[in-house]
């Protein structure tokens, strides 16, 4: 297993909840970190991303709600959930997208946790 998530749960509107995402060093140091999610009956869509550099990238339907951050102390990727909404019901999945370097070869990776689920009462 490459990405471990943990976190999910359930949690009333307007509560809070912080997933974690963490991977080995070998992976993490080289790696694009992401969050996806699901709903039921929907594709999966991009929720927010941390470069190896720090910089962040959110879609539009979390900024101002969600915080994403690494520590790359600890290999580990948190996403900070606040004011949550019923609809930001669905699985979230953790994503580390890369590539080895070994020798001449470029080697990308592109990884997928197991997903953990959040669910948003009204």
């Known amino acids: 297993v490459q990405v471990v998530e943990s976190g999910g749960g359930l949690v009333q509107a307007g509560g809070s909840l912080r997933l974690s995402c963490a991977a080995a060093e070998s992976t993490f140091s080289r790696s694009t970190m992401a969050w996806y999610r699901q709903a039921p009956d929907n594709q999966r869509e991009f929720v927010a991303a941390?470069?190896?550099?720090?910089?962040?990238n959110y879609a539009d339907f979390v900024k101002d709600r969600f915080t994403l951050s690494r520590d790359n102390a600890k290999n580990t990727m948190y996403l900070q959930m606040n004011s949550l909404k019923p609809e930001d019901t669905a699985v979230y999945y953790c994503?580390?997208?890369?590539?080895?370097?070994?020798?001449?070869?470029?080697?990308?990776?592109?990884?997928w946790g197991q997903g953990t689920q959040v669910t948003v009462s009204p």
């Open positions: 941390v470069t190896i550099g720090g910089d962040t």
């Open positions: 994503n580390a997208k890369g590539e080895y370097i070994i020798g001449r070869n470029r080697l990308p990776f592109d990884y």
